[in-house]
């Protein structure tokens, strides 16, 4: 992005008009200029990187010609708390290799012709990576703290979203959230579970409410992501202490529909 002298302002009016939940990662190219949040300013000199939210109000003043790339990142990529995210705006970003590494990537992408669905996710994923490893690689900034109840809590939403999906798998949710399978069980690990068994009991539990409903067994193993009825009749009777063929329907007929409880 280039632009001439400029400023703007987004102000709390043009956040309840057009409300945005992204973070927005400045790297400066060229020019000078400012970032303004939360109470703090960063002046922005060439090869110099910061952070803003999109969520709260920021103004950018750049007093002549300026050059930069802008990355644009979904909150829930940075899973932390809003004080964190607070924190970490309008703050220098540490220079060094990640940084480095960040800039020169994004500015190639930039350059390039429009890739593929598939370069597309590749380049999503690498650039999250040197973001993490950019904030994280100095004490000039205090790296994100992990919401871990937040995460674990997206976490489980997500399984419970894709109960269906024979593919579910730990390693899915993890790659989802963009954090390391290790994290993700660790961050389980700490409420008393694990993924592969809370993604195993949560489709037992809902399996159990459809065939309550008038599923067939063969119906609810499917809906809830078994492919082979003899593995889900097993798993169900470890768990429940009966063959899914007893469970009695209570009067509401399944019509298809996965509900959940």
Same mark, same amino acid.
């Given at each position: 992005?280039?632009?001439g002298a400029?400023e703007?302002y987004r ?22 200029g ?9 002046k922005?000199?060439?090869g ?7 969520s ?14 802008v990355?644009?990142v ?10 964190a995210f607070?924190?970490?705006t ?5 220079d ?6 960040l800039?020169a ?12 669905? =598939? ?7 690498a ?11 100095s004490?000039?900034?205090?790296p ?7 995460l674990?809590?997206?976490?489980r ?12 798998s730990?390693g899915?949710v ?6 390391s399978?290790? *994290? ?9 579970d ?9 489709r =037992?539990e ?5 065939? *309550? ?12 992501g078994f ?35």
């Amino acid at each position: 992005m280039a632009s001439g002298a400029s400023e703007v302002y987004r102000s709390d009016q043009i956040i309840r008009e057009n409300p945005r939940d992204d973070l927005l990662i400045s790297l400066h190219r060229s020019g000078s200029g400012s970032v303004s949040q939360h109470g703090r300013q960063v002046k922005l000199v060439a090869g110099r990187a910061t952070m803003y939210d999109a969520s709260a109000p920021y103004v950018l003043s750049f007093p002549g010609r300026i050059s930069e790339v802008v990355l644009q990142v979904p909150r829930r990529c940075l899973p932390m708390s809003r004080n964190a995210f607070a924190d970490l705006t309008a703050r220098p970003l540490p220079d060094g290799g990640p940084l480095r590494a960040l800039t020169a990537l994004a500015t190639s992408a930039e350059a390039d012709a429009a890739p593929g669905p =598939l370069e597309n996710a590749a380049l999503a994923d690498a650039l999250m990576s040197l973001l993490r490893a950019t904030l994280s690689s100095s004490s000039a900034v205090q790296p994100p703290q992990i919401d871990s109840e937040l995460l674990v809590t997206a976490a489980r939403q997500y399984i419970d979203e894709h109960l269906a999906d024979p593919l579910l798998s730990p390693g899915r949710v993890a790659d989802h959230h963009h954090i390391s399978l290790r *994290l993700l069980q660790k961050l389980f690990t700490r409420v008393g579970d694990s993924p592969v068994s809370y993604i195993r009991r949560r489709r =037992l539990e809902h399996s159990r409410n459809l065939l *309550l409903h008038g599923a067939t067994v063969g119906q609810a193993a499917t809906a809830v992501g078994f492919n082979d009825v003899d593995t889900f009749t097993r798993a169900f009777k470890r768990l429940y202490h009966e063959l899914p063929s007893r469970v009695r329907p209570t009067g509401v007929h399944y019509r298809g529909e996965l509900s959940y409880s």
